[in-house]
């Protein structure tokens, strides 16, 4: 993710996501795609976290877009069927909001590239539980690690699983020379909180 240039650190000059909130970081998974080295050590990454915490898995769901081509990727690998979760349902048509077949009462995990808040995520299980899919699990290619995270997952009943995370992503960085001590712990405050990083960093 690094060497493709997937993640931006600048916690001197940080971004503003959409949200408003300033980070320093920002991570754009999408490129990932564009490298079949890189998309195969994510896509078999995935495959064995599935196999190791959800063998029962009867079906992998990607998350419109990003999570797709990811989801494609792992139920070739497993043979399983795939399905795709939009954002909401069509507004023409069946309205549907999953595409593919499954089964009421079948095993299903759930696949995005990135966590964050999973928020976002979590609506998707919510839409595959709501058409009677059993969720089991989520896997991700990145997640940020935010506590918020951990207490939506939780409130959820829902565990979660990362093929890399925030932690291993700025200790590389650091052994890389792509940051230095003082931005490193720059990095760990952000994690912890990052609402008070934001606002102690506003201009």
Do not use: C
């Not at 949200?19 to 080295?37: A, F, M, Q």
């Not at 048509?93 to 696949?111: L, P, S, T």
């Not at 409130?155 to 003082?182: K, P, Q, R």
């Amino acid at each position: 993710m690094l060497n493709i240039k997937a993640v931006s650190l600048q916690p001197s000059k940080p971004f503003t996501w959409a949200s408003g909130l300033h980070s320093p970081i920002y991570t754009d998974n999408r490129l990932t795609i564009s490298y079949p080295d890189v998309r195969g050590h994510i896509h078999q990454g995935m495959s064995a976290l599935i196999k190791h915490f959800y063998p029962e898995a009867e079906a992998v769901a990607g998350v419109a877009t990003a999570g797709i081509p990811h989801a494609a990727w792992v139920a070739e690998d497993l043979h399983l069927p795939m399905l795709y979760v939009r954002s909401k349902p069509k507004d023409h048509g069946r309205g549907k909001q999953i595409e593919g077949v499954f089964k009421k009462g079948q095993k299903v995990v759930v696949i995005d590239d990135l966590l964050s808040t999973g928020g976002s995520v979590l609506k998707a299980v919510k839409a595959v539980r709501k058409e009677g899919g059993d969720v089991i699990g989520v896997i991700s290619v990145f997640t940020y690690q935010l506590p918020i995270a951990d207490q939506n997952f939780k409130d959820a009943g829902l565990t979660y699983h990362s093929v890399t995370n925030y932690t291993t992503l700025i200790e590389t960085a650091e052994d890389h020379n792509l940051v230095n001590h003082d931005e490193l712990q720059s990095l760990h405050e952000w994690r912890k909180d990052p609402q008070a990083w934001s606002d102690a960093h506003a201009n």
